[in-house]
C-alpha cells in the first residue's frame, strides 16, 4: 500500500500539495509547542526548559512505533522509503558544527522558519545565516569534499549497529525516553519552580506510560523485515490456495486471447532470457524464474483486470513463479495448463472428435485455424502503451486476423 | 479535564492499534523462509531427483532413498512406484505422518505426484512449514513408471518437465521463429526511487 | 509567568501530533520531514542571481540547480513554505505576533544578533555536512531508525550539553 505517492497509488500531481499541506501541520505544531522562541529552544541545556526533549522525543517515539506497525501490517513497503544513509564522519562533525550554531544561534532551520512567520527577527537573521553558510560551504566544497563523502556505511539501521533485534530498540528507546521525561521533569521543577509548567506534571499520565511500555514489549516480539511485494498473503490462506488447485488457464483460452484483438491477459514467460529470445509467445514479458521477486515487476504483476499468465516449457517453472507470486501477495496470476509444450502439442494433434457436442466441433476447428496462422505467421506483433503514464511499462500485444 | 480527555483519546487510540497487532499476530504464523529463500530453495539443482537417479536408486534397491506418493489413497492403490509410501498432500501434516516428515533425516526422501507441477505444490507446503530436504521427481508418475519401471528407456532418464522443448520449426514455417522474440524494450522501473534529504 | 500554562500546547501531546505528522510524511510522500534542504535551494538560486556563470560551472551549485523545474519548487521548499503559513497561523490564533528580537538578560540586541548570524551559518555548514538538520536528519532519521539519525542527534545535543556553559551568558 504505503507509501502512496512512490507507488503510484496517490498520483504525483499530488506530491506538492502534500508537501505543502506537511508543512503547514508540521509548523502549526512547533509553533504551538513554543518552539518559536528561541529562549524555550535553548533552555534545553540549561535546565530550565525541556519542551525541545519532550517534544523530539515524543515526536520520533511515535513515528517510529506508526513505522514499527505499519511496516508489520503490510500497509508501508520500507524498501521504497527514504532511510538516510550514513556517512560516519561528515555526521559526527557536522553534528558538532551543528550543536554549536544551536547553542550560538539558539535554533534550528525547522523552529526558525516558525518563528520568523510570527516576527522573531532574530530568527530572521539566523535564517540569512543559514543560506551564507551554505553559500560558503559551496564556495569551499573543495574544502570540505573529502569529509563530506568520507565514512561511507550504507543506509545502515541502528539496531544493525548495536546488534540487537529492532524490537529491542524500540522498547529501550521508549523505555530510555519515558526515564528521560521523568529526570527532566524534576530538574525543571527544580531550576524553574515557577514556571507554570504544571501540564508535565501529574498522575494522568500513569496510563499513557504504562501503554507506552506495553507497546515497547510488544515489539519487542514483532519482526521489522521489509517486505518486496504488494502485502505478503497470510501463510494459512496461501497454504490453502496452494491447495486448490484452480489456478490453471487451458491453452485453448490463451490462443483464443491470442488471436483476436482483444487481449485481457499478460502473458508471461518465466524462462531463461535466452529461451525466451529464441521463440516466444507473441506479446510475452519475459520475467526469468529467478527475477519474480524483483520490485521492478510489481507493477505488472499487480495487474487487476486482465489475467496475469505464467508459462514455461512445461509446467514445473510456472508453477514455481505462480507460488512465489502469490506468496509476495500478487492475487491475479495463472498458470497455463501444459506450458508451451503442451500448447503446441494441442494444435498439432487436434484430433477430429468423434462426439456430436458442439463445443468439441467448435474447438476442434479453433485449433485448426490457429494452427494455420502459426504456421503462415499471420501473428503481427504491435507494440502498445497500457496509459499513457510514463512509469507505466511497456507491454507488446499480439494482432491477429481471421 | 482537558488533561484527562487528552489522555483517554491518546490510550483508545493505542490501544486499538495494539488490539490489531496482536490479533494479527494470533491468526498468523509466520513463515519460517523468507520469499528470497523459498525460491533459492525451489531453484536449486539439489531439489531435483531424475529419473535416472530413480533408475539407480531402484535397481539397488537403496534403502537410503524414500519414494513419497503424494497422490489420492485409490490413485496410490491402482498403481505406484516400488516401495513408495503414500502420504496424500492434505495429510501432508498429520500427525501420523509426522515422524516420516520431520524424522528420518539420513534418508534422501523424494516426493512425486500424477506431474512434477504436484509434486511442486507438496514440496513448496513442505518448505513453508520449515522442512526443506525433500527432492521432487523429474517427471508424474506415468512416465517414471512407464520409462523407469515397466520398460526402462535409458534415453529417457534425463527428462524434466522443462527441459523438454517442443519442436516449433514442425508448426511454423521455416525462419518464421525470429517473428516472435520476447519484447526487448526496456521495461521502465516503475517504482519511484526513494528521495530524502535535508 | 502563569500566562505560560495555557498559552502553549502540551509538549507531550505536540509531540505526539508531530510524530504523526511525520508519520503521514512517510506514508504518503516515502519520505521524512526537512527544512535545512530548502535554504540550500535559496542558497543556490542565490548564486545564480549573483554570479550565473560561476553558478553553471561550479558542480556543487550546477548539480542542485539541474532538473526542469525551478530549485524553489522542490518538496523540500514547499514544504518549508507549509511551515512557515502553518506557523503564521498558529502565531495569529495565540496572539504571538510581534516583532521582537528574542535573548537572554545579559545580553544586547546587537550581540545576540551577531550571534544569530554566526549560529546559522554554522548551521548551514553543519547541516550540509551532517546531510540534514535536527528535523531532517536526526528526526527523520529516529523514525526510520537509520544510524544516521542517531548518530547525527548525538553528535547535536551532545556538543550542545558540553558548550553551553560558556556561552550561558547568551541565555540565562
Known amino acids: ?402 | 479535564m482537558k488533561k484527562n480527555v487528552f489522555a483517554i483519546v491518546v490510550s483508545v487510540f493505542i490501544g486499538i492499534l495494539l488490539l490489531s497487532m496482536i490479533g494479527k499476530k494470533l491468526l498468523t504464523s509466520n513463515y519460517p523462509v523468507s520469499v528470497t529463500q523459498q525460491l533459492e530453495i525451489m531453484t536449486s539443482s539439489e531439489i531435483s531427483y531424475s529419473l535416472y537417479d530413480l533408475a539407480k536408486a531402484l535397481k539397488i534397491n537403496d534403502p537410503d532413498v524414500l519414494l513419497v506418493d503424494i497422490r489420492t489413497e485409490e490413485e496410490y492403490a491402482q498403481g505406484h512406484l516400488p516401495n513408495a509410501i503414500n502420504i496424500p498432500i492434505e495429510l501432508l501434516f498429520h500427525k501420523d505422518n509426522a515422524e516420516i516428515i520431520s524424522g528420518r533425516e539420513s534418508l534422501t526422501k523424494v516426493l512425486y505426484g500424477n506431474s512434477e507441477a504436484q509434486a511442486i505444490k507438496a514440496n513448496s507446503l513442505l518448505i513453508l512449514n520449515g522442512h526443506n530436504k525433500f527432492k521432487i521427481l523429474n517427471g508424474g508418475y506415468q512416465y517414471a513408471n512407464q520409462f523407469v519401471v515397466a520398460t526402462p528407456t535409458p534415453s529417457f532418464f534425463h527428462y524434466s518437465d522443462e527441459k523438454m522443448k517442443y519442436y516449433y520449426p514442425r508448426l511454423m514455417p521455416a525462419g518464421s521463429s525470429s517473428n516472435y522474440s520476447a519484447t526487448k524494450e526496456e521495461v521502465k522501473v516503475e517504482v519511484m526511487a526513494p528521495r530524502g534529504g535535508c | 509567568m502563569e500566562q505560560q500554562k495555557s498559552q502553549y500546547m502540551n509538549s507531550y501531546l505536540a509531540g505526539f501530533l508531530l510524530g504523526i505528522v511525520l508519520l503521514m510524511a512517510i506514508f504518503i510522500a516515502g519520505r521524512g520531514l526537512g527544512a535545512s534542504g530548502a535554504a540550500k535551494d535559496l542558497a543556490a538560486i542565490t548564486v545564480k542571481a549573483i554570479a550565473p556563470e560561476h553558478a553553471s560551472k561550479t558542480t556543487f551549485w550546477a548539480n542542485h540547480l539541474s532538473g526542469d523545474s525551478h530549485p524553489l519548487k522542490s518538496w523540500l521548499s514547499i514544504e518549508v513554505l507549509g511551515v512557515l503559513i502553518g506557523g503564521l497561523l498558529s502565531g495569529l490564533i495565540s496572539g504571538r505576533m510581534r516583532f521582537k528580537v528574542e535573548r537572554g538578560p545579559r545580553v544586547r540586541v546587537a550581540t545576540r544578533l551577531g550571534f544569530a548570524l554566526l549560529g546559522g551559518m554554522l548551521f548551514g555548514i553543519g547541516a550540509q555536512l551532517g546531510r540534514g538538520c535536527t528535523s531532517g536528519a536526526a528526526l527523520s532519521g529516529m523514525a526510520v531508525l537509520s544510524t544516521a539519525g542517531f548518530l547525527t542527534m548525538m553528535a547535536i545535543f551532545g556538543t550542545g550539553y558540553v558548550i553551553a556553559y560558556f556561552f550561558r551568558k547568551l541565555w540565562i
Open chain 1, 1 to 402: 500500500m504505503g507509501p502512496l505517492i512512490p507507488n503510484g497509488i496517490v498520483g504525483m500531481e499530488w506530491d506538492l500539495f502534500f508537501a505543502l499541506f506537511i508543512g503547514i501541520a508540521f509548523g502549526y505544531v512547533l509553533e504551538s509547542a513554543g518552539f518559536s522562541s528561541s529562549r524555550r529552544l535553548a533552555g534545553v541545556f540549561y535546565g530550565y526548559d525541556f519542551t525541545v526533549l519532550r517534544v523530539f522525543f515524543t515526536a520520533g517515539v511515535t513515528a517510529m512505533v506508526g513505522v514499527f506497525i505499519f511496516n508489520y501490517l503490510g500497509w508501508i513497503d520500507m524498501s521504497v522509503v527514504y532511510v538516510n544513509p550514513t556517512f560516519l564522519w561528515p555526521a559526527i562533525v557536522g553534528g558538532v558544527i551543528m550543536g554549536f550554531g544551536f547553542i550560538l544561534g539558539g535554533y534550528c532551520p525547522g523552529t526558525s522558519v516558525t518563528a520568523v512567520a510570527i516576527g522573531k527577527i532574530d530568527a530572521m537573521v539566523f535564517l540569512a545565516g543559514i543560506v551564507l553558510g551554505i553559500i560558503g560551504y559551496g564556495e569551499g566544497f573543495t574544502f570540505f569534499e573529502q569529509l563530506s563523502v568520507s565514512g561511507y556505511l550504507g543506509p545502515i539501521f541502528i539496531f544493525d549497529t548495536l546488534g540487537i533485534t529492532a524490537g529491542w530498540f524500540a522498547f529501550l528507546l521508549i523505555a530510555v525516553a519515558l526515564i528521560a521525561f521523568g529526570v527532566t521533569a524534576m530538574i525543571e521543577e527544580k531550576v524553574n519552580p515557577e514556571s507554570g509548567l504544571a501540564d508535565t506534571k501529574g498522575t494522568s499520565y500513569f496510563i499513557p506510560v504504562t501503554l507506552a511500555l506495553l507497546v515497547g514489549v510488544v515489539l519487542i516480539f514483532t519482526p521489522f523485515e521489509r517486505i518486496t511485494g504488494v502485502g505478503e498473503m497470510d501463510k494459512e490462506e496461501l497454504e490453502k490456495v496452494i491447495v486448490s488447485d484452480n489456478h490453471y488457464v487451458h491453452s485453448d483460452e490463451v490462443a483464443f486471447k491470442l488471436f483476436n484483438d482483444y487481449h485481457p491477459v499478460i502473458l508471461i514467460d518465466v524462462r531463461s532470457s535466452a529461451e525466451a529470445a529464441e521463440f516466444t509467445l507473441p506479446g510475452s514479458i519475459n520475467i526469468p524464474l529467478e527475477q519474480i521477486s524483483s520490485r521492478r515487476w510489481r507493477k505488472t504483476l499487480s495487474e487487476k483486470e486482465r489475467k496475469v499468465i505464467f508459462y514455461s516449457n512445461g509446467t514445473a517453472n510456472a508453477q514455481k513463479a505462480w507460488l512465489v507470486a502469490r506468496r509476495m501477495g500478487y492475487s491475479n496470476i495463472f498458470v497455463l495448463e501444459g506450458g508451451l509444450n503442451g500448447f503446441f502439442q494441442n494444435l498439432e494433434n487436434n484430433v477430429k472428435p468423434s462426439d456430436y457436442l458442439h463445443e468439441s466441433e467448435f474447438a476442434y476447428r479453433f485449433r485448426e485455424k490457429s494452427r494455420q496462422m502459426f504456421r503462415e505467421g499471420k501473428l503481427e506483433v504491435k507494440k502498445e502503451q497500457t496509459t499513457s503514464d510514463d512509469d507505466q511499462p511497456v507491454v507488446v500485444a499480439a494482432k491477429g486476423g481471421c
